[in-house]
């Protein structure tokens, strides 16, 4: 049975990053979080590196505060995050692979060969009722560990679809689309994050599997120019157009 709507869950990383970038309070990450779910978004997506680039703990602490939507916390399997993850509990919490050097996320963890390691983290997050995500590439054997691991959902990785072109991007949509299949057939949650813009966020909502996308950088870019409520309310509509969902006027849905 598919979801009708995709969820948008947006990342506040960004507005950290230009605040950071002068020190002191603006702009405010939970600020902008606030703003973001006025403007439709479902949730609020934060990671929290272990050199604190962007998001701090005391957002954390504002957003598990402050917030009326799920926050999902984005994380590396360390035992520093998994502590401030029981602490505050969020709604889920999302694994990541983190490498100090990189500038973001570059691809998927490897479940499958971190399997011994990554365990304990998903048992501990489940057990205090956080629902676990875990970020990996749209492959078959990623999938597969997830589900024995005991991940409730995983998120695709959708960055080396927006990055090719023509045919290599055709192919990289088969492959989301085949991994977002065998998600259904294992009976786990299937989200997409990482790259997705307005030129790609149609063809990925058309997967009828997916249930939420996770968006921040291109949001918080495109804010710049158009104000965060629009470039928000953009995504949603053209999410929704991929998906062919309408709204009457009395904001009823209707496929």
Known sequence: MYHNRIR???NIDHVATIRNARGGIHPDPVEAALLAVKAGA???TAHLREDRRHISDRDIDLLMEKLNVPLN??????EEMLTIALKHKPASAC?????RQEVTTEGGLD???GYDYLSPYVQKLRNANISVSLFIDPDEHQIRASKKIGADKVELHTGTYVEKV????????DRLRSSAALCEKLDMEVHAGHGLNYETIEEIAAIPQFTEFNIGHFLIGEAIFVGLEQSIQRMIELMDKGRGFSLDHFGNGKD
């Open 111 to 113: 479940v499958s060969g």
């Open 95 to 99: 694994i990541v692979p983190e490498k």
């Open 166 to 173: 023509g045919r290599d991007r055709k192919e990289e949509l």
């Open 8 to 10: 948008l869950g947006v």
């Open 73 to 78: 916390l984005e994380m590396a399997a360390t």
């Open 42 to 44: 479902d949730g609020i």
